[in-house]
């Protein structure tokens, strides 16, 4: 079992269940996740970026006030796979809008408890936008919060949460934070 995190402060509210020490491999593969999947969203490889997620993930966008409340309520919430792929459909063939490129700076990642069920894992972010006519903005920035699983196509993510801090977001997010 994962130990139990408090998500505002990051502290282990479990303290009698021994973490087992991290190898330096998976810490490894860790940070690779985190530098594939900027790469990819920023080179707007959208049929790609599913596949960073299992089969049954939860992708969560969500303000932090909601999230450290407790409240349900997210910018965008998609389960499984199948709903990242629609979100990708929309994005190549539905969705109307200006395009812009995206540029992540993402931390390195803090592990926050691992155990069977996984890595729980967190990283700062932040996603700068450059519309083709306009200056680059700083477009939205925060946190993720993500359980990193091992499967036989390598480590995946079964949950990424992105906590982003400003209650207010420009337009509409269309890409993948």
């Known amino acids: ?49 599913p596949d960073f997620f299992t089969d049954d993930a939860v992708y ?10 407790g409240f349900p309520l997210a910018t965008l919430a998609f389960r499984g796979k199948g709903m990242l792929k629609d979100r990708v459909y929309g994005i190549q063939q539905t969705l109307f809008h200006d395009p812009y490129y995206q540029r992540h700076i993402v931390s390195t990642p803090v592990l926050r408890g691992h155990g069977p069920d996984g890595y729980r894992c967190e990283a700062n972010y932040a996603v700068f936008r450059t519309k083709l006519s306009d200056t680059t903005t700083v477009f939205n920035v925060g946190r993720y919060l993500d359980r990193i699983v091992h499967t036989p196509q390598g480590l995946k993510l079964a949950e990424r949460h992105c906590i982003y801090d400003s209650e207010l977001i420009p337009n509409s997010i269309i890409y993948p934070i």
């Open 1 to 49: 079992m994962l130990n139990s995190l408090d998500p505002n402060t990051g502290q282990n509210t479990t303290p009698d269940t021994p973490t087992p020490p991290l190898r330096f491999e998976d810490w490894l593969a860790i940070t690779q996740l985190y530098a594939a999947y900027s790469s990819v969203v920023d080179a707007a490889q959208w049929d790609a970026w």
């Open 60 to 69: 969560r966008l969500q303000p932090r006030e909601n999230h450290e409340r």
